[in-house]
């Protein structure tokens, strides 16, 4: 059974960083990882993506402030958040996608105050 557990999340002030995990159980970490938010009353977004090679992708607001990255060994996807602002208080999910698999974490909070 593929399970994805996120952790990091929190409470922090604007201008601050946080560190969020995601491990994932199953062969389906071999895909595409991605990070995805939803914020109160919005559509859930992808924040950023990663392929097994390495290539990243994010959408424009966070770029310069996010890093994704992936530890293949440890079956772990990171998202290095710097400079917060409270708009990117949101829900924060792990999505991992392999062959037609599609699997997602419950989502850990990130609330930033300013």
């Known amino acids: 059974q593929v399970q994805l557990v996120e952790s990091g999340g929190g409470l922090v002030q604007a201008g601050g960083s946080l560190r969020l995990s995601c491990t994932v159980s199953?062969?389906?970490?071999?895909?595409?990882m991605g990070w995805y938010r939803q914020a109160p009353e919005k559509q859930r977004e992808l924040v950023a993506s990663?392929?097994?090679?390495?290539?990243?992708t994010y959408t424009e607001s966070v770029k310069g402030r996010f890093t994704i990255s992936r530890d293949n060994a440890k079956n772990t996807v990171y998202l290095q958040m710097n400079n917060l602002k409270p708009e990117d208080t949101a829900v924060y999910y792990c999505?991992?996608?392999?062959?037609?698999?599609?699997?997602w974490g419950k989502g850990t909070l990130v609330t930033v105050s300013s």
């Open positions: 999505r991992a996608q392999l062959m037609g698999m599609d699997n």
């Open positions: 199953g062969s389906i970490f071999r895909g595409i």
């Open positions: 990663i392929y097994r090679s390495g290539t990243t």
